[in-house]
């Protein structure tokens, strides 16, 4: 009987030996496993890092996004996407080429700029504007001359300011003394528009009334200057001590909105040119510059 209970408990024994035998078998054959695979998988990298290091890009930025700074970030651009990068003519715009241009045909007879009686007559010069005076301090006559900003044409009848790319300290100072002389402007046909408000908005009537109308607002306008000057001064902008804009109470309501921007061909002019690089001589010049200016830019 002790012989027997004996052979039994042997027998656990090697079953519970061979059984931790085979544990350990599996833990050394998942061990090996990962470890293969690591090295597979640090060889693909390696193979990855070689091909990508043996890898010359070509192209770093596309040559059309690199001549934006150059050219704007619209003129031109549709020109260069149409050349270079139609799928990018496409993205940008939503529609191919060709159906931008069918529909640039379609709609052009209704949208193109026309000419009106007042172009004219500033082209013509017959507008009546008094004749050429030389500026404050100078000796050489200046015409006489309407402030608009991109939207309108460079002529010697009609200044904007430089464009906001690459300006010179010059161009900075043209650019703030029209702004400024423009500001009058403002002020000139915001405080109109808020003593009569019908100004704001559309004056459904015929043309021969809308004349009368906006030629009595005017005649009341100057009336009311010149008796009660002080209630002007309230109203339009002023300046502080160090020069800075005092917005006048005529911001504080409604106000005239812009008309719709053109997008035709402003082509300039060399006479426009010249008298606007003109100007600006004058402005950086001792006889045409105020103290504060450099502080303005």
Same mark, same amino acid.
């Given at each position: 009987?002790?012989?027997?209970?004996?052979?039994?408990?042997?027998?656990?024994?090697?079953?519970?030996?061979?059984q931790?035998?085979?544990r350990?078998l599996?833990?050394?054959?998942?061990?090996?496993?990962?470890?293969?695979?690591?090295?597979?998988?640090?060889?693909?990298?390696?193979?990855?890092?070689?091909?990508?290091?043996?890898?010359?890009?070509?192209?770093?930025?596309?040559?059309w996004?690199?001549?934006?700074?150059?050219?704007?970030?619209?003129?031109?651009?549709?020109?260069?996407?149409?050349r270079?990068?139609?799928?990018?003519?496409?993205?940008?715009?939503?529609?191919?080429?060709?159906?931008?241009?069918?529909?640039?045909?379609?709609?052009?007879?209704?949208?193109?700029?026309?000419?009106?009686?007042? $172009?004219?007559?500033?082209?013509?010069?017959?507008?009546?504007?008094?004749?050429?005076?030389?500026l404050?301090?100078?000796?050489?006559?200046?015409?006489?001359?309407?402030?608009?900003?991109?939207?309108?044409?460079?002529?010697?009848?009609?200044?904007?300011?430089?464009?906001?790319?690459?300006?010179?300290?010059?161009?900075?100072?043209?650019?703030?003394?029209?702004?400024?002389?423009?500001?009058?402007?403002?002020?000139?046909?915001?405080?109109?528009?808020? $003593?009569?408000?019908?100004?704001?908005?559309?004056?459904?009537?015929?043309?021969?009334?809308?004349?009368?109308?906006?030629?009595?607002?005017?005649?009341?306008?100057?009336?009311?200057?010149?008796?009660?000057?002080?209630?002007?001064?309230?109203?339009?902008?002023?300046?502080?001590?160090?020069?800075?804009?005092?917005?006048?109470?005529?911001?504080?309501?409604?106000?005239?909105?812009?008309?719709?921007?053109?997008?035709?061909?402003?082509?300039?002019?060399?006479?426009?040119?010249?008298?606007?690089?003109?100007?600006?001589?004058?402005?950086?010049?001792?006889?045409?510059?105020?103290?504060?200016?450099?502080?303005?830019?």
């Open positions: 009987m002790v012989y027997v209970v004996s052979s039994i408990v042997y027998i656990f024994m090697e079953i519970e030996q061979l931790m035998w085979a350990w599996e833990l050394q054959r998942d061990r090996a496993i990962a470890v293969l695979e690591l090295e597979q998988e640090e060889e693909a990298e390696g193979r990855r890092h070689r091909r990508r290091r043996q890898m010359r890009r070509k192209i770093w930025m596309k040559q996004l690199a001549r934006r700074p150059l050219y704007g970030h619209y003129e031109q651009l549709l020109q260069e996407l149409n270079e990068d139609p799928k990018g003519y496409k993205n940008f715009l939503r529609v191919d080429a060709d159906m931008f241009g069918e529909l640039v045909d379609r709609i052009s007879p209704r949208i193109q700029k026309k000419n009106t009686n007042f $172009r004219t007559m500033l082209e013509e010069n017959n507008l009546g504007l008094p004749d050429p005076d030389p404050p301090g100078d000796d050489m006559n200046t015409p006489y001359f309407l402030i608009g900003d991109d939207a309108f044409p460079l002529r010697t009848w009609m200044m904007k300011p430089y464009s906001r790319r690459n300006l010179t300290n010059e161009e900075r100072i043209f650019n703030y003394r029209l702004s400024r002389a423009r500001r009058v402007v403002e002020n000139a046909f915001g405080l109109l528009a808020m $003593r009569f408000q019908c100004l704001l908005g559309c004056l459904n009537q015929m043309p021969e009334t809308v004349d009368l109308i906006i030629l009595a607002c005017v005649t009341l306008h100057n009336l009311i200057s010149i008796r009660y000057p002080a209630i002007a001064r309230l109203a339009v902008d002023q300046e502080d001590e160090h020069n800075q804009l005092v917005p006048g109470e005529w911001r504080q309501g409604r106000q005239l909105a812009d008309g719709d921007r053109t997008h035709g061909r402003n082509v300039v002019t060399s006479a426009g040119v010249s008298q606007r690089n003109y100007i600006k001589h004058y402005f950086n010049s001792r006889a045409g510059s105020v103290e504060w200016q450099q502080n303005m830019i």
